[in-house]
Each structure stands twice: as C-alpha cells, then as structure tokens.
C-alpha cells in the first residue's frame, strides 16, 4: 500500500494514474497524458508526396464491394427474426444500483466516543465560487476501499479534527481495508467506526490524525429549491480527484425506491458521477447540506448513471441521527423519538409556540403526562419558537437520551424530561 500511494502522490512532479488499483503486492499502472488507443483514420496525420491516382479503379472496386453487401444484408434480414417488442410498462429510467453486497470486512475501531455531528441554523456571508471551494476542498478526501483484486474509489467528509469521516456504506462494501488521502496528498489508514446500509450512511477513522480540517455542516431543512449548490468529489476515479461541480437544488425531500429501500434525498442538478458518492453537498455558504448518494441511470445497470442534471443527496438534516448513533455504539439504532406530534402555532401577539397537537401511546412522553395542546417554551435550556427549534434540539441527541422539557400549560409552567427511544424495533 505505501508503494502505491507514493506513486499517487510522488514528491516530485505529479503524475497522472488510473482509477483503479491492483493489490499491495502488485504494481500500479499509470496512463498517458496522450491517447492511449489507436487514433481513427479521420484524424491520422497524411503521409507527405504525391501518389498516382487510381480513383477510377477504386470506384469500380468500391462499386462491386457495394454490391456484395448488399446482397449480404438483404438475406441476413430476411433470415433473421422478430425481435420481441419491449414491454409497455417497462422504464425509460431508473436509479443506480448502490445496494449490492452490503458486507464490510473493514476492521474496526471500536474506541466509542460523545462525539456529535452538529449543524448550524445561521451562516456567514454568501462566497463565491472560488472560496467555496477553498473553504470545502481541504475538509473533503479521497476514500480507497480495497477488494480483492482492485479497488472502489469514493469521497468523505471529515467531521472531526481527530479522524472521524462520513461517506457512503456502498462507498467501502465488500471491502477488507481502506485508507484516505486529504487534498495535500497526506494518507491515513482508516478504520471502520460503523455503519447502515438502508440509510447508506459509514463512519470511518483515521488512524493517527490529527488537526484535520473540518467541515462546517449547515441545516438542510432550511434548503430551499433553486438555492445554489456545489458538489466536490473524485468523479471516476483518482485522475479527477478535487472537482468541483454546481447546480441547484431542484427538489426537496424527494423519496425515492432503492431495491425496495425508501431514501428521502435532496434532488440536485449539480453533476455527480461514480466516485462522488460520500462526498459533499455544499451550500452558498460553504456549509455542507448534504452527502452525495446516487444518481438516475438510463440502462438500469449498475454502476452506469448516465442521466444529465439528476443527482441525489441525504440531507445532512438527517443524516445527524445516524452518525451520532454510529459514533457512539458503532451502528444505528433508530432515529430518537419524543413521541409526540407538534405544530407551529401563531399566537395572538403575531409571536408564534409550538404546541402538542398529539401525545403517541407507548412513548416516554405519554408516560411522563405530556398532553395535547401543552405549549413547549424550552427544550435542553434552549428557547423553542417553532419546530424548526425543536428539531435542531432533537438533531443532536441520540436514543436513549434525555430531553429536558419546559411546559406551558393553562397558566402554568411544568418541567418534563422525557427519554428518547428508538423508532427501531
């Protein structure tokens, strides 16, 4: 493996290399900066001098040849078969394939800590293009997944400064080791925190960081279709590593059936290709929204995205349940639920509360005597004015977790602490 990276990654000028990878023990193979393949006779250079013309025995030859398949092709046409009509309701399109062998034999790194993805509700101001990307290149890597005889190649987003890296479960399935390049060409071995394959969501840790880069999560429920987005990745391979794609946010909270399996995704125009998969999703402000997942494919084949202008995210939103379990148990228990149903309702000094509107049996929150129409003022200490506010309190907790309530109810204020349970069985 050391050989190979100092081949990706020489000190000296840097080289051009394939997006795939032989064994430790084998040897890389680097491409050319030239065509590799035979040129087409349109674009060869004419040989030099003057030849005599033979335009007239070239005609008559071209004549008979001319003849010859034609009478070829019409027997053949004549022989062949029907072929079968395509079904009626076959699809003209349809998502890649990103659930194949779910299986990771990534050894793990089983130091579990209260690490938590946080994201911000505020932002600073609008960047350009080219600060958008020198503020989201540094915290994005290169995942190398190794599998047997070669290799996926994937993108992550670093969390931590100590190591922690998100990407995509499909991103390293089926694979027995992996390591991560940062932008300066620096690599770590990496380890396997956990993972989900329904929601398609790996941690990862690199062995031996620190002082990574990190990235600055913003809060995708605040997206809003049209917004300008930016996806950075490593499209097809190593030899475009570092691209840098835009577009807009073209739908939000799309669902859409993976193999059975329900995602609710940002839908981008941002190009994204394989390789891009567990990269960012970055907004004007250089905050990352969501985690690039998949793409729409025109054959059904998988690893074949074919479709233009048609690109899918996990909202980060989301994704903050399932990293924060990740990190601390080493898998995904559930999203944590209050158990109860909420509204944003204005009141009558134009300020608006978030009221009950429903109390689900079985809950904490029901045992604990939560009613409906009980108004929430605070939640964990922090004020809550629609349900915007108290879902960014829920964002940062984990099952089994506790949330402090203060209560509001016909004149009189109540505390709560109600335990978060899984919506797992």
Known sequence: MDELREKIYPEDEPREVVGWYVPRQGREVVACY????????????????????????????GSVALVAILLALAFFLREKPEEPAPEEDSEASSIV???????IHIPRYTEHTDLRLKVQQ????????????????PSTVLVVAEQ??????????IMSADGYIITNAHVIADSHSCW????????????LVGYDADEDIAVLH??????????????????????????????LGIELR?????????????????????????????????????????????????????????TGKPGEATVEGLGFALPISDVCFVVNDIVATGK???????????????MADGSTAVVVYEVVEGYDAAKQGLQPNDVIVKANGRDVHTTADLLAVRRECRAGDTMALVIYRHGEILDFNITLEANRD
């Open 34 to 61: 030239v065509q590799p393949r035979e040129l087409p006779e349109c674009v060869r250079p004419r040989e030099e001098g003057k030849k005599r013309s033979r335009r007239g025995l070239w005609i008559f030859l």
């Open 180 to 191: 991560i390049a940062l932008d300066t060409g620096e690599t770590f071995d990496a380890l």
């Open 206 to 235: 690199a062995e031996e960081a620190e002082d990574l880069p990190v990235a600055e999560f913003g809060d995708s429920e605040l997206t809003l279709v049209g917004d300008d987005v930016y996806a950075i990745g490593n499209p």
């Open 242 to 298: 570092g691209t840098l794609t835009e577009g807009i946010i073209s739908a939000i909270n799309r669902d859409i059936d993976v193999n059975g399996t329900t995602m609710t995704v940002l839908q981008t125009t941002a190009a994204l290709n394989n390789g891009n998969s567990g990269g960012p999703l970055i907004n004007r402000y250089g905050q990352v929204i969501g985690i690039n997942t998949l793409k729409m494919s025109d």
């Open 332 to 346: 995904f228990r559930g999203a944590p639920m209050l158990g109860i149903t909420v509204i944003t309702t204005e």
């Open 97 to 103: 394939d990103i659930f194949g062998d779910t299986t």
């Open 148 to 157: 047997g005889e070669g290799a996926a190649v994937g993108t992550g987003v």
């Open 122 to 137: 505020s932002h600073g101001e609008e960047l350009s293009v080219q600060q958008v990307y020198a503020k989201c290149n």
